[in-house]
């Protein structure tokens, strides 16, 4: 399954991403190498990869995958963790991880009275609204949940411990959708804008 997706919402540096073929030649490697940003929401750990070994993820969970703006980065405990992350470890990957049942972002879109947590509201709804006149349903929310996640990478990769990593080219993004029901994982294709089959991201 693909889903598509207006490349022109994202600002992203195709030359920034990585593959699945950065973790399948190395698959038993234990080092940890690998920052994931995952939704608390998530039961399944996102760790739980069948081509790459537990050992090399450095997990930080947070509501719906949720990445603050720059302009609230200092009082963000998400970014001390990702700091703590790369003191600690030589992470070559930084991987946003959003999956498709996720309850917090439904419970979010039924009240409107509630903080808009991650610029939901402000940011993802506005331009799904805009961008995808024609959805309705389970197909709306699919696309919201993807956005949604793509615009936490815009805020991850705009960190200067990330853009500077980007920057001096050891570091690469990854954004993974998982289906909660398959366990497949769409990854995003920034040639495309797409999200594709993992396995199809060499």
């Excluded at 050992?55 to 980065?73: G, N, S, Y």
Aim: one cysteine or more.
């Amino acid at each position: 399954m693909t889903i598509q997706l207006e490349s022109s919402l994202h600002h992203f540096n195709p030359n920034h991403f990585g593959g699945i073929s950065d973790f399948l030649p190395t698959a038993d490697k234990c080092e940890r190498d690998t920052l994931v940003i995952a939704c608390a929401d998530h039961g399944a750990a996102p760790d739980n990869v069948s081509f790459a070994s537990a050992d090399r993820f450095f997990i930080v969970q947070h509501i719906a995958e949720c990445v603050p703006p720059p302009k609230d980065r200092e009082c963000s405990s998400l970014f001390k963790s990702i700091e703590l992350g790369f003191s600690n470890y030589d992470l070559r990957h930084a991987i946003v991880c959003g999956h498709l049942s996720c309850g917090v972002i439904r419970n979010w879109l039924r009240d409107e009275s509630g903080p808009d947590i991650g610029g939901l509201r402000a940011t993802t709804v506005k331009a799904v609204d805009e961008t995808y006149p024609e959805l309705t349903g389970s197909a709306y929310v699919e696309r919201l949940i993807c956005e949604h996640a793509l615009f936490q990478l815009e805020n991850l990769q705009m960190h200067p411990l990330i853009s500077s990593r980007l920057d001096a080219r050891v570091l690469k993004l990854h954004l993974w959708i998982v289906n909660d029901q398959t366990a497949r994982v769409l990854a995003y294709e920034p040639q495309s804008g797409n999200l594709v089959p993992i396995e199809e991201m060499r």
